[in-house]
């Protein structure tokens, strides 16, 4: 009795520690090397719009001379010194620095979006690694049963040949299929060992005792046609491509402005004299207006800027073919999966009930040791096809949730900490605490 507490005991710490798909995307949301990369890609995008900011702030600097000149006029030989301060400013650029700042921030937009399409590209990843894991790993126990079976008909056609019962033929028969089965089981297991590598690539950290529940009817659209809209309306990528084409076209304006009317200010104040004994102070200020009047042919930059606008708008219809094309193949899966879930379910309890036939007239003499092992393998054949189909549905349905842009730690109610768009943990502010008249907590 003390044994089955014990037992029981063990069994339910195996299922405590048992790692669900929602632990393993929670993991590799807060431990995976490319979203923490694409985080860094949203900073440096914040750190162009700094920059382009900066054009129309004023720069001061500070500089300092000294020298000597030698020369036969003796008036214009000796030391030179100074020292002096400059104040340089941008007053109008034909709207050129306006522009940079606006492609600066349709940069970061995109940025922003290419982070979480990241992030979305990563937890399908590890949805896919762990079911594959949990998928070959049933395959092997399948295949791993079929050798016990193979091999308990191996002895028991040794045992009719000894008894005068079996020929020569049912043993070399079975041993055959035990050596198929064998070489089965060893390939099932390198496809686990992939896969086992694939699963710690993507999660970061070796696949433990898997629970093998999935849980993402709730994400599922009623309908292609919903699936179609979602996606085209929502999904990350789609929106970083717009964000593209909008910082390409201010780009563009920013390139054309540039051959514009440029006014600076300018103003310098500073000192000289201190080696030569008399010290003197001067500034000055200046507006300078430069305007190009002519130049001799197009400038490339123009060129080049408009085909980077072309280009960003192709790449943006490039992009929503991929993803409606997505959708429509997830959805397809996904319907294609349950007919052939039903139509396995019924092959493998057909195929159960064809075996235990084949074996009760092997017990008879009325089926041979080929006949049983020809029936066990259409049982794993069937078995591992219903195994595949239901995986395959599996990655389907999250793969028609990602093409929709909704495959996100946020949707899926991941139990992580929240984060800005550059990564930062959000960290809640708690509310001062609320006292009375004579400073006590209320």
Not at 114 to 140: C, D, F, H, M
Not at 203 to 216: C, K
Not at 234 to 242: F, I, K, W
Request: glycine residues 8%; aromatic residues 6%.
């Amino acid at each position: 009795m003390r044994f089955g507490a014990v037992a029981l005991l063990g069994l339910a710490a195996t299922a405590v520690q048992a790692e669900s798909l929602t632990s393993a995307m929670t993991y590799a949301y807060e431990n995976n090397p490319q979203i923490a990369s694409s985080f860094l890609s949203v900073r440096a995008a914040r750190q162009g719009v700094r920059a382009a900011e900066g054009a129309l702030l004023p720069t001061i600097g500070a500089a300092a001379s000294v020298g000597h000149t030698w020369s036969n006029v003796p008036t214009r030989g000796g030391f030179n010194d100074s020292i002096g301060l400059q104040y340089d400013q941008t007053l109008f650029n034909n709207n050129a620095s306006s522009a940079a700042i606006q492609a600066a921030e349709a940069t970061y937009d995109a940025a922003v979006y290419g982070s979480k399409n990241t992030e979305q590209n990563v937890l399908l990843s590890v949805v896919q690694a762990y079911v594959n894991v949990v998928t070959n790993r049933r395959i092997v126990e399948i295949r791993r049963e079929s050798i016990g079976f193979v091999e308990a008909q191996v002895r028991s056609a040794r045992d009719r040949l000894e008894l005068g019962e079996g020929t020569r033929l049912d043993v070399s028969q079975a041993d055959a299929r035990l050596a198929q089965s064998s070489a089965s089981y060893q390939a099932a297991i390198n496809n686990l060992r992939t896969s086992e590598a694939n699963y710690q690539r993507w999660v970061g950290h070796a696949p433990g005792n898997l629970s093998g529940g999935y849980n993402y009817s709730s994400l599922l659209p009623s309908s292609l046609a919903a699936a179609l809209s979602r996606a085209t309306t929502d999904h990350p990528a789609l929106l970083a491509s717009a964000a593209q084409i909008r910082a390409a076209q201010h780009s563009y304006d920013e390139t054309v402005s540039s051959f514009g009317p440029n006014l600076s200010l300018t103003g310098q104040v500073g000192a000289s004299g201190f080696t030569g004994g008399a010290v003197g102070t001067e500034a000055s200020v200046s507006l300078r207006l430069s305007i190009p009047i002519y130049t001799p042919k197009r400038d490339p930059a123009i060129e080049s800027a408009n085909i980077g606008q072309i280009q960003s708008q192709l790449e943006g219809l490039s992009n929503r073919d991929q993803i409606v094309e997505a959708v429509q193949q997830a959805w397809s899966g996904i319907e294609a999966m349950t007919a052939q879930i039903e139509s396995a379910t019924a092959a493998v309890a057909a195929s159960r009930l064809a075996l235990q036939a084949v074996i009760d007239q092997n017990e008879l003499g009325q089926a041979t040791t080929l006949d049983v092992l020809d029936a066990r393998a259409s049982v794993a054949t069937v078995e591992e096809g219903l195994i595949t189909a239901q995986s395959q549905r599996t990655i389907a349905a999250y793969s028609l949730i990602a093409a929709m842009g909704s495959l996100s730690a946020q949707e899926l109610g991941l139990p992580v900490q929240p984060r800005t768009a550059e990564g930062e943990v959000v960290v809640p502010v708690v509310a001062p605490a609320q006292t009375d008249a004579w400073g006590n907590l209320r």
